[in-house]
């Protein structure tokens, strides 16, 4: 049966308009609006609550974009990281190096009484993206001399927690607020050295660290 060439045109604009599947458009980036603080506010690294507080720097940095807080001065910083500190020292004996798990239990659950929060495994880079593409932060202890960040005293934390707020596709890199330095608002890391950087440690004071462990804290609004 012979069509003629009208009514193919005809039929070829008809089936232009058949729906069509709509694929999900994929941000060039994903970046979290998230308050960032170091650890030392004012500078005062000879604090070692301040020292070392890395874990609950991130944690504060959590909660303020739990609560969508904005305009957090440095001094209010500061009270907020030695609070923390010094409810972990008094309630569980324990403020300088903190794990996972005790930051969790300790920290969101026991003081912020905050439930949207778990540890869970990092395999690859890829977990971590899935977890902000679905509007989570992600919290991540690290081996801070794999960093290589110019801002750090050479040669870094061995035990050192951040704050992952984002990714960029493009350049395959994470978008972090770092607290182990005053620069560390929005600093980016490579995908490659946030992964081989992972590295989950012990509650105490330099325990020793006797496997690699790649988890993370996973902090859902």
């Known amino acids: 049966m012979k069509i003629s060439y ?3 045109i005809i039929f070829s604009l008809a089936m232009s308009f058949v729906a069509l599947p709509v694929l999900a458009a994929v941000p060039a980036t994903i970046d979290q609006a998230v308050p960032f603080t170091s650890q030392a506010p004012l500078a005062e690294w000879r604090d070692q609550r301040q020292q070392d507080g890395c874990e609950e720097a991130v944690a504060a940095m959590a ?25 972990e020292y008094k309630k569980y004996g324990e403020y300088r190096d903190v794990s996972l798990r005790d930051i969790v239990a300790w920290l969101f659950k026991d003081y912020f009484n905050y439930q949207k929060v778990s ?27 794999k960093l290589k960040n110019p801002y750090f005293s050479p040669p870094g934390p061995e035990r050192h927690m951040i704050l992952v707020r984002g990714y960029d596709y493009a350049k395959d890199q994470f978008i972090t607020n770092d607290p182990g330095t005053r620069r560390g608002a929005a600093y980016r890391y490579s995908s490659t050295t946030i992964f081989q950087a992972i590295r989950a440690y012990q509650t105490g004071y330099h325990q ?14």
Request: aromatic content about 4%.
């Open 208 to 221: 020793p660290i006797k496997e690699v462990v790649k988890e993370m804290i996973v902090v859902e609004k």
């Open 63 to 87: 909660m303020a974009w739990v609560g969508k807080e904005k305009n957090i001065t440095k001094e209010n910083w500061r009270l907020r990281i030695l609070i923390l500190s010094n409810f």
């Open 6 to 8: 009208k009514k193919a």
């Open 119 to 145: 540890v869970k495994p990092v395999k690859d880079a890829s977990d971590i993206i899935k977890e902000l593409e679905a509007g989570h932060l992600v919290l991540l202890p690290m081996d801070g001399q």
